[in-house]
Structure formats: C-alpha cells, structure tokens
C-alpha cells in the first residue's frame, strides 16, 4: 500500500492512465498557466490596456521560459501558492522594458483555475471518447447475446426470467444519460482580478474577459472564484459516471460467482486457489466507483469559499479533483477492458 496508486510501481498497472498523469502533471500544469499568462498580455494589447510591443515580448520570453521547479516548491511552500514566484521567473525573463505588464491586473487564482479549466475540458474529451468506445462494445455484447436467458435478482434474491439484453440495457442507458451531461459541461475562464471586480480595467473589464475566453476557447461567465459550483457540478457527472460503471462492475462480478450466466477470458490469478479466475477488473470498477462517492462529499466541502476567496477550500480541491479524474479514466479504460474478456452472457432458453 501506498500513498497514490495512481503512481505506485505496481498498483499503477491497475489505475494508471498515462494522458491523465500528463493532464495533472505539475509541468502541464505550468505551460498552461503561461499560455493564460500571453494570452491575458495579447487581449489586453489588443484592447489598449498594455502596448503591443509589451504583448509580443511577453509571447517571445513564454515560448522559451522553463520554470525552476525547486525554487516554484520553496515559494509554494512560503506563499501558499506558486503564482507570485512563476511570474517573478517569467517577469525576468520578460526583461526589464516590459516586465510590469506581466500578469497585470490578473490574481493568482485566475491563473491557477484558468490553467484547471483548460486541462479538465480535455479530460473532457478524453473521458468522452473512452465512453463512446464502451458504448460500442457493449452494443457488441447486446447483438452477440442479447436475445439468451438470465435470471432476474431482486434484493439478492432469484426473481424472474429476463434477456441478457434487459441486463446490458440497464449498464447502457445510465452511461448514455453521462454522454449527455459531459457534452453538457461548461468549462469558463477565470478572470476577476485581486477581489473579484476586474478593477484595474474599468470599463473594458467585460470586453477583456470575452475576449480572453475567445482565445483560450473557454466559457465567458462572470468570476467565480469564490462560489464553486462550477467545479463541483463537474466533478459530480464524473462521480456519477463512475458510479454507473461501478454498477455495471457489481452485476459483472456477482454473474461471475455462477459459471452459467458468464465466461470470462483472462481472469485473475489466486496464490491459493490454482484453479480460480478472479473477476479482477469487475471488482475495481466497484472499488473505483465507491471511491469516488467519497471524494465528491470533500469537493461539496470545498464549496465553503469564506467572502471573497478561501485558502482552505480551494487548496482542498486540489487534493481531491485529481483524484476523481484519475478514479474515472481508470474505471473507463477498465470498463472497456472487462467487456472485451466477455466471452459469453446468459443461457439459451
């Protein structure tokens, strides 16, 4: 056991999605932050607020910056956050001509949920195309098998005759529900400056912000940064597509305990017991899915923004919000994995 699976020299053969740990990787976590810092600096040029000539060096010094991690870890540690220390190092680089106009009129929280906005509308993506291929695999099982025999449970208890096709549906059309709440999302940028009031731009603030979710291809929304709705609504159809997946574990791994209603290729190995064939990747899609049903209750703590920003809510998003997209990569790549081991469903009538 150890701190992170998602990372563990061995438990990462189950959990590991190697997209993911670059979505959530500290450098990619930086070259987006940058990415919001040039194209703040080109908005606001194009708008007047900054020189052009200032925009353009800001964009020349971000295509060549690399960060000093050691020191970005020494100032978070101080700070509380790493913005102050990464535009200190982007502001040197910059030079001394233009360096004022680096991240001017922005705060650190814009830069750090703009940067999450960005890398959680790919992993948008990312989950939608994983889904998608689940979808198709399942629509497989439900042409190869659909039409044979299985017995109904109701309260763990035999109940009725149903079709291996009443069983899939009820996998199918939750997960189909999660494709339209995912489509649904709205990823906005972050932009409000030291209290939320753009107060530095007057009345070009509205123009800047449109402006800049243009660029960034983001959602134009007024600031959030202290009403967090956004974020949790996110992280709940994540959650809830992992639940969904988890259920489709739990029947999987329950049909299993009985070799009439299911054939699996490739099942798991026992120490003990040679002739075993564990439902492995059933069992995970459970652990996954319960997983996750505990974080989202810590992202609806983390709605508690006291006034106008909170250091304690926010950095505990930061803690648990990774750790549901890594929970639902995880439990897509291995929802896709166990439909491919299905070899057989149900009984000829």
């Known amino acids: 056991m150890s701190i992170c699976v998602f990372d563990h020299p061995f438990l990462s053969g189950l959990f590991k999605d190697a997209a993911v740990d670059k979505l959530f990787s500290a450098s990619f976590d930086v070259e987006e932050m940058i990415r919001f810092e040039t194209a703040l600096a080109k908005a606001q040029a194009e708008l007047g607020l900054i020189p ?3 925009a353009l060096a800001i964009a020349e010094a971000a295509s060549s910056f690399q960060a000093d991690m050691a020191k970005l870890n020494q100032a978070t540690a101080r700070d509380g956050v790493v913005i102050p220390e990464l535009v200190k190092q982007l502001r040197a680089h910059v030079g001394e001509t233009h360096r004022q106009y680096v991240h001017f009129g922005a705060t650190s929280q814009d830069v750090i949920d703009t940067s999450l906005m960005l890398r959680l509308k790919v992993f948008r993506q990312l989950a939608e195309e994983k889904l998608a291929q689940l979808l198709q695999k399942l629509e497989a099982l439900d042409q190869a098998h659909g039409k044979r025999g299985l017995t109904a449970y109701t309260r763990m208890q035999a109940a009725l005759p149903v ?10 059309e939750p997960l189909k529900r999660a494709q339209i709440r ?24 509205t123009a800047l912000r449109a402006k ?11 600031q959030w940064q202290s009403a967090r709705d956004i974020i949790t609504d996110i992280a709940h159809v994540f959650v809830t597509l992992s639940g969904s997946l988890g259920k489709m574990g739990q029947d999987i791994a329950l049909m299993a305990q009985g070799a ?19 439902p492995v990747n059933a069992e995970i899609l459970v652990s996954l899915a319960r997983f996750n049903a505990v974080q989202i209750s810590a992202m609806q703590q983390s709605m508690i923004h006291e006034q106008e920003r909170s250091g304690a809510a926010w950095s505990l998003e930061w803690m648990v919000l990774p750790q549901i997209c890594a929970s639902l990569a995880a439990a897509l790549n291995i929802g896709i994995r166990l439909t491919d081991q299905i070899q057989s469903l149900g009984k000829d009538h």
Request: glycine residues 10%.
């Open 52 to 54: 052009a000539a200032a």
């Open 212 to 222: 800049l979710s243009l660029m960034l291809a983001l959602d134009d929304l007024p």
């Open 163 to 172: 079709t291996v096709h009443d069983r899939i549906t009820s996998w199918v």
């Open 260 to 278: 009439s209603e299911i054939a699996l290729s490739g099942g798991g190995a026992s120490s003990a017991m040679p002739h075993k064939q564990n």
């Open 182 to 205: 995912l489509e649904q999302l709205h990823f906005p940028l972050q932009l409000g400056g030291a209290v939320g009031t753009l107060r530095d731009f007057g009345d070009q603030a």
